[in-house]
């Protein structure tokens, strides 16, 4: 469930980047007031535990299909909520760069998915209400199923809010949403399965462990600024950064036009025609091209390419892509890969050879 | 050189889950003595070793390192005056580089940036690890990695090291450099280890634990031939001692 | 158990590649890093229908993978592998948009292959550009740049950590998984309960070693503060780069390069 750089906007990618650089430096800052520093080396091997533990699978039964830890539960009840989004923050970190698991934008998309909701969410108002500070085996069981499964749901909800606002995604969103919430309640329950189990083994071969971090100092309402001011500044800054890419089709009014059904192709077609309309303008101080009056551009290339271009009459309605338009592009296009294959294969030989 | 001095004296230890790993040792080495410890697992050679550089602190008893008590206020003194090489290097490198690494200690010292980099350097000449100077430690050979955890601790300039099981995990050519390496040092040197033909070769006294007490502690020759006291301390004569002529030509006159 | 080892040899040999001396890894870990981010921000701006546009970029990760000597072939194929949610979520574009946009000639292609094409494309540029900048600089060098950056110490220094353990833990949790295979037979024993005590099993032994490292380092006099001794420089080729790189991103997402060249050909041939 990583977010994919390729089906974010840079408004929300902007925006979600922001919220989690918030947290982490608010997560850094509560851990040395709170925690002893010393933890720091402990969070990261802690971080190297899970992603270990994430490469051994197990088969789930009567499926045949096999599951993994995802662990941001873990974390937090090891660690407590500061300490385990930081952890959290680097797995993924670690994950966008060597598995290229999302992306680098959608790194911040997917830190506040799969970190912030379980870890200063779930745990905080749902895992520790449930367990308490004198934990049972029933508790940890009860606390760690429904918190894992309501985080993942959380994130879930998420994804399907950040692909809808980044508008490259067709899915509805009712759709989008019946689609991922089923999988990721699967997902969930063994997570809260796997997260019950192991921290009750380790509770029971060492309680203090498990008792230790609750007792730090993460009370729960102490999150209450902390997400005021995060709602505060996800309006801001969202309000900021989609007026500065209004460039871009408004992903709700979109998405709710393509739940009512009709309208799928004018919607995006307004939005991207506003944004041609306001390159050409940009392009205006260079009269010279073409590029910046379709309709002269397609009567020169009708003469000569009209057999080929025999189709576009309803150019009008989004000219950049024209017949002639068109052509133009792939020709263009094949070009453009043309250079940079042979520029690319140029400079390998070139360095290849200074280098023998 | 009254800092070479390690002095313990009625130390006990007992883990927060009652199990008495010391009870009650007591012994002192002196300038460039070169002293094993040996025993069976779980004999408390390991607990012993992390009281001496503070890791953990006793409980009842004293330890003395050069003309100062360990305690609190001494902590950082002690951990400059000794050097611990921990038995799995994996958890004694820990930087992102060799070079962090061996710089790690000198830095916390506060040294100014010139001297670290020349200790670094040193450090890492003295163990003949200085081209492996900026690779990553999870890129080194077993022995490779022994060595720079050596140097890890030679950076902070300790008078006496201190070292679990130097050569558990090392292939024979490795393991004979490594003894070759620590013949050089002039060092005070405690090692704990079952490998008894290193402490042949190495330790001119030895001290067998078992069960949280000392029960014997001599020049090694005379120990290492007491079959009895190795055997009723889980440890068994070294290979090198068992019927050979020239030793027992030799233990003729020492036992 | 292929995959764990899969990916730990994955690890190490994005590593390898960042070791070499190439003009590319010679530069400033953070001038990498802000141009990647540069770059990604240009490329997902572009409108969702634009595929055209798009294609200029692709001569970021040639140049820089000829000029950093990294594979084309490798990376191609971790992109490939990392394709199918991007995949999954694109190609109900497709299904969902079927009005037509483009014509060429007699074929009509709806609205939402095009956009589905352009989804892919982004991918395949947004996650090589990442790909490049971790074997072009290797992840300590890039957790340098963020610490220079302002990124808070204890979180880019637990990355270091993370990252220094990930080769041994996941070491040992081949060995547990190694261990559990060999024993189990017609998939006996890879059940839940195997699984849950396996990884408690792990976690212990992580725990404990997390406990002797912080001993060692106690040894060493740690106080809580990690000292990184390494100043980064800026030189004139890094600001160069930037500052080409970005102009060369503006330009290519204010003008259709490939439109531009296609029109001027057209114009020509008429």
Known sequence: MHMADALISPAVGGAMWAATAGLTIYSAKKLKENVDEHIVPLMGVLGAFIFAAQMINFTIPATGSSGHLGGGMILAILLGPYAAFLVMASVLTIQALFFADGGLLALGCNIFNLGFFPCFIAYSFIYKKIVGEQPTRGRILLGAMVAAILGLQMGALGVVLETLFSGNSELPFSTFLLLMLPIHLGIGIIEGLVTAAVVTFVWKAH????????????????HKPLLIGLALFAVVAGGMLSWFASTHPDGLEWSIKGVSGKEELDAPQEGVHGAMAWIQEKLAFLPDYDFKKPEEAKEGMAGKEGEKASKGKEEESWPAVSAGKSLAGILGAALTLLMAGAIGFG?????SHSKG | ?????????????????????????????????????????????????LQLNGCLLPQ??????????????????????VGMVFQDPDDQLFMPLVHDDVAFGPLNLGLPPEEVEERVVSALATVGALHLKDRPPYRLSGGEKRAVAIASVLSMSPSILVMDEPTSSLDPQTRRQLIQLLKTFNHTLIIATHDLDLVLDLCSRTIVMKEGLIVADGPTLEILQDEELLHSSGLEKPLRLQGCPVCQARSGPAG | MGHIESSLLNIGYLETLSYQQTPLHRLDPRVKLLTTLVFIVAVVSFGKYEITGLLPFIFYPVVLMAVGNLPPGYLAKKILLAAPFAFFIGIFNPLLDRAVLVHLGPIGISGGWVSFVSIMIRFTLTVSAALILIAGTGLNAVCLALEKMGAPRSFVTQLLFLYRYIFVLTDEALRLARARALRSFQGRGMGFKVFSSMIGQLLLRTLDRARRIHLAMLSRGFDGKIHLLRPLHLHGRDVAFFLGWSGLFVLMRWFNIPHLLGNTITELFR
């Open chain 1, 347 to 351: 400079l390998r030989r070139y360095y």
């Open chain 2, 1 to 49: 050189m009254s800092h070479h001095l390690v002095e313990i004296n009625h130390l006990q230890y007992t883990y927060p889950d009652g199990t008495s790993a010391l009870r009650g040792v007591s012994f002192r080495i002196t300038h460039g003595e070169a002293v094993a410890i040996i025993g069976a697992n779980g004999a408390g050679k390991s607990t012993l070793l």
């Open chain 1, 207 to 222: 309680p203090e462990i498990v008792t230790l971090a609750p007792s730090s100092p993460a009370k729960a309402h102490s």
């Open chain 2, 60 to 81: 009842a008893g004293t330890v003395r390192i050069g003309d100062l008590p360990l305690n609190k206020e001494t902590l950082s003194y002690v951990r400059r005056t």
